[in-house]
């Protein structure tokens, strides 16, 4: 078959539709074109353990893109992701937490512009059964505008002794955060 080239596909009424192909077919994108969702994305972990004072919430250091679609996470200074388009994100996490000492509360949280926006928490009831180590997941939507909103990811322990949050490797990450663009 052939190639058509153009600069606009409109339809022919005002608000029509405009339909490539009949059910079933499959359309292929070129290498590096993107798709209107599900950008930007990234997705990033901590490299190496964190430590931590108890019983303080504590911005986690994710320094370690494993992608970044459109340079949105700052993984050297802020470590924060301000997404350039607006619309809702499906944003996920885990964080690791250890303590050296028994392990008497921990609790995974993300902040949206430096506000406490969704969090996960364990509280062991009774010390005679302490961990030393947990891993809390969190995942949430949130609504983002594309211009100044930015999501970071804290943590939390309170323990005996030896806080800290689990570093990883390419191969085991242990704390980890991303997101992406789910639609308007």
Do not use: W
């Amino acid at each position: 078959m052939g190639t058509i080239k153009t600069t606009n596909i409109e339809p022919i009424a005002d608000n029509g539709t405009v339909t490539l192909g009949s059910s079933g077919d499959q359309f292929t994108l070129a290498t590096g074109a993107k798709s209107s969702f599900l950008y930007p994305a990234f997705e990033a972990y901590l490299s190496a353990d964190q430590s931590i004072s108890s019983n303080t919430n504590t911005k986690v250091e994710i320094d370690t893109e494993v992608f970044d679609t459109d340079n949105c996470y700052d993984n050297s200074t802020n470590y924060r992701f301000t997404p350039t388009v607006a619309g809702k994100y499906y944003v996920y996490a885990d964080i690791q937490h250890y303590g050296s000492g028994d392990l008497e509360a921990a609790r995974t949280k993300i902040y949206k512009n430096g506000t406490e926006y969704r969090n996960t928490a364990i509280d062991p009831v009774n010390a005679s059964n302490a961990i030393n180590a947990s891993n809390l997941s969190i995942n949430t939507i949130i609504d983002m505008n594309g211009s100044s909103d930015y999501l970071e990811l804290f943590g939390l322990i309170q323990s005996g002794a030896g806080q800290l949050f689990r570093g990883g490797s390419p191969g085991v990450k242990s704390t980890y955060f991303g997101a992406y663009r789910i639609g308007s």
